[in-house]
């Protein structure tokens, strides 16, 4: 009885080209085990097209520093509004201390959400470089410097 399945030959891929003075990574995997076939690789303009990319394809330079709209937003807000609530109790009566810890609360609140949001954000940038040098280690063979 013969196979209904046509055998397939595996597709030839070219090797590809390595940069002769290139440090040598260290292998992952265990001795003796297959290496792992993936898909297509993707260029880094085609996995993320809003990412700046250098020509060297090294990380783009770094941000400039906060505008003042936005350290407004982080720091000026919540001092104001704690402040606002500090004033609130040392002024007024039993009920006034109660209202005056509740806006303490409000512009701790806000700071801390703040801070949360950017603690959130600066993992995104570390994934972000971790998938350049990934691109980089695909086009180029090795790690970035």
């Known amino acids: 009885m013969t196979d209904p399945a046509p055998s397939r030959r595996p597709l030839r891929v070219?090797?590809?080209?390595?940069?002769?003075?290139?440090?040598?990574?260290?292998?992952?995997?265990?001795?003796?085990?297959?290496?792992?076939?993936?898909?297509?690789?993707?260029?880094?303009?085609q996995s993320d097209p809003e990412r700046p990319e250098t020509p060297s394809g090294q990380a783009p330079p770094p941000?400039?520093?906060?505008?003042?709209?936005?350290?407004?937003?982080r720091y000026v807000?919540?001092?104001?509004?704690?402040?606002?609530?500090?004033?609130?109790?040392?002024?007024?009566?039993?009920?006034?201390?109660?209202?005056?810890?509740?806006?303490?609360?409000a512009g701790l609140a806000i700071y801390f959400l703040n801070w949360l949001y950017r603690v959130g954000v600066s993992g995104d940038r570390q994934r972000d470089?971790?998938?350049?040098a990934r691109d980089y280690f695909d086009a180029?063979?090795?790690?970035?410097?």
């Open 129 to 132: 470089a971790e998938a350049r």
């Open 77 to 105: 807000l919540p001092a104001a509004v704690t402040l606002a609530g500090a004033v609130v109790m040392c002024f007024g009566s039993q009920i006034d201390l109660e209202g005056g810890a509740s806006i303490v609360s």
């Open 14 to 45: 070219a090797p590809a080209r390595r940069d002769p003075h290139a440090r040598e990574r260290p292998s992952t995997r265990e001795p003796g085990s297959a290496p792992v076939q993936g898909g297509p690789r993707r260029t880094p303009a």
């Open 63 to 73: 941000r400039a520093p906060n505008p003042w709209p936005m350290r407004m937003l």
């Open 140 to 145: 180029h063979g090795r790690w970035p410097d």
